[in-house]
């Protein structure tokens, strides 16, 4: 089945800095990954996603980018602000079975004044 | 932000007990799915249900029942928990093979 790794677990940056996490995934038949952020107490919420036929996506401060050939991708915060402090959570689905998501193990995103 | 909802929020049990935990969606969706979410460790997918039939049961004990009555509605019954349970457990929903899935805000459940 599929794995995904995800990497760093903690990320610290400083408020107007950038953030960059990593994730890698096993099953070359994966076709969409998207990224969740979940704030303390909260549910985990969609922020953005990329299907396999795109190298990257961008939505405001927030882009994602795919390399098929290497498998894997990864969530780039711009000019972060210390709302963005929450737990971070990429996943991927592969063609199998009705929308099955692998997911990383999360990165805790801290962003300090 | 109540497209799913999820009762109770909070179940505190022992591990004699039986309960259930609900999730109610109200997108028209037609896959429901329960995960388990335990600290420092990914969410772990434990059941799929699409249209009503369960597709996926990723190995979870049986002391773990879900049921789908319908497509807006999905159960987890619960009976002779362990302490390791102890977790929060999300249900989300998705339209069928459509890919985002959105997520209720959860159940903390703690076993005694």
């Known amino acids: 089945g599929e794995n995904v790794e995800q990497h760093p677990s903690t990320l610290s940056v400083q408020e107007g800095d950038s953030a960059v996490i990593k994730c890698t995934y096993s099953?070359?038949?994966?076709?969409?990954f998207p990224w969740y952020k979940q704030e303390l107490g909260k549910r985990p919420q969609l922020i953005i996603d990329?299907?396999?036929?795109?190298g990257e996506k961008k939505d405001q401060r927030i882009a994602v980018t795919l390399n098929k050939t290497a498998k894997h991708f990864s969530l780039h915060i711009t000019e972060t602000q210390p709302e963005d402090s929450a737990v971070y959570f990429c996943?991927?689905?592969?063609?199998?079975?009705?929308?099955?998501?692998?997911f990383g193990t999360g990165t805790r995103l801290q962003v300090t004044l | 932000e109540t497209g799913v909802t999820q009762t109770p929020r909070h179940l505190v049990m022992g591990m004699t007990n039986k309960k259930s935990l609900k999730c109610e969606q109200h997108?028209?969706?037609?896959?429901m799915y329960w995960y388990k979410q335990s600290a420092k460790k990914p969410l772990e997918l434990m059941f799929v249900?699409?249209?009503?039939?369960?597709?996926e049961n990723n190995s979870v004990p049986s002391r773990f029942s879900p049921e789908c009555p319908n497509s807006s509605h999905l159960f987890l019954h619960l009976h002779t928990l362990q302490p390791e349970d102890s977790a929060l457990y999300l249900c989300?929903?998705?339209?069928?093979?459509?890919?985002?899935?959105?997520f209720g805000p959860g159940t903390r459940l703690t076993v005694l």
């Open positions: 249900y699409s249209l009503e039939e369960r597709v």
């Open positions: 990329i299907r396999s036929n795109v």
């Open positions: 997108l028209g969706h037609n896959a």
């Open positions: 099953d070359s038949a994966s076709n969409y």
């Open positions: 989300a929903s998705s339209q069928g093979g459509a890919d985002t899935q959105y």
């Open positions: 996943a991927a689905r592969n063609t199998g079975t009705a929308s099955k998501l692998t």
